[in-house]
Antibody
Framework: EVQLVESGGGSVQPGGSLRLSCAASGFTFSNYWMHWVRQAPGKGLVWVSR????????YYADSVKGRFTVSRDNAKNTLYLQMNSLRAEDTAVYYC?????????????WGQGTLVTVSS | NFMLTQPHSVSESPGKTVTISCTRRSGSIASNYVQWYQQRPGSAPTIVIY?????PSGVPDRFSGSIDSSSKSASLTISGLKTEDEADYYCQSYGVFGTGTKVTVL
């Protein structure tokens, strides 16, 4: 069974940093692209970032480009999102997601999410 | 980048059929596959349609998807509505999510 478990969320002041993790199990992690998607409280879903199977290709939404970095450790079956220069508008539940197939922009499997709150 | 616009809300009675539209104003709706997600309150989204009209295993055949290039729209149809279908629904194409539709089962 595919399982994705996010961690690392919490409260941080504007301008601060946070690193989210997503532990994957139930599938061969190194064979799949991975994504981060976020959802501000009471708002819709927003795609944040994606990474290919070996981390050599990454892509970001304009709203986080230059501030967030996605990476992965295939030996640890873990996806990361390093978030720097955080802003109030980054407050959201962050989900990691896996496509149904080995690549692509569909989100067939989701974690339970981790809440990031940016506030002074 | 493009946007995907959905109606804010739709409501219908149990047993009836509801259709949610997802309109792409810029570019062709057929340029990238469209997916649909269901999100119940307090839960992560789950996929109900992928690649325009494919149902993942475990999703009831009451859920169906389609695209209409002439209207630049994708649609999700839920037939035989059940109270458990009450949720928010989002379309998605490439790295863009729709605005979301709240489905209320009266």
């Amino acid at each position: 069974e595919v399982q994705l478990v996010e961690s690392g969320g919490g409260s941080v002041q504007p301008g601060g940093s946070l690193r989210l993790s997503c532990a994957a199990s139930g599938f061969t992690f190194s064979n799949y692209w991975m994504h981060w998607v976020r959802q501000a409280p009471g708002k819709g879903l927003v795609w944040v970032s994606r990474i290919n199977i070996d981390g050599s290709s990454t892509y970001y939404a304009d709203s986080v480009k230059g501030r967030f970095t996605v990476s992965r450790d295939n030996a640890k079956n873990t996806l990361y999102l390093q978030m720097n220069s955080l802003r109030a508008e980054d407050t959201a539940v962050y989900y990691c997601a896996r496509p149904l197939g080995d690549s692509g922009y569909d989100f067939g499997y989701w974690g339970q999410g981790t809440l990031v709150t940016v506030s002074s | 980048n493009f946007m995907l616009t959905q109606p804010h809300s739709v409501s219908e009675s149990p047993g009836k059929t509801v259709t949610i539209s997802c309109t792409r104003r810029s570019g062709s709706i057929a340029s990238n596959y469209v997916q649909w997600y269901q999100q119940r309150p307090g839960s992560a989204p789950t996929i109900v349609i992928y690649e325009d009209n494919q149902r993942p295993s475990g999703v009831p055949d009451r859920f169906s998807g389609s695209i209409d290039s002439s209207s630049k729209s994708a649609s999700l149809t839920i037939s035989g509505l059940k109270t458990e279908d009450e949720a928010d629904y989002y379309c998605q194409s490439y790295g863009v999510f729709g605005t979301g539709t709240k489905v209320t089962v009266l």
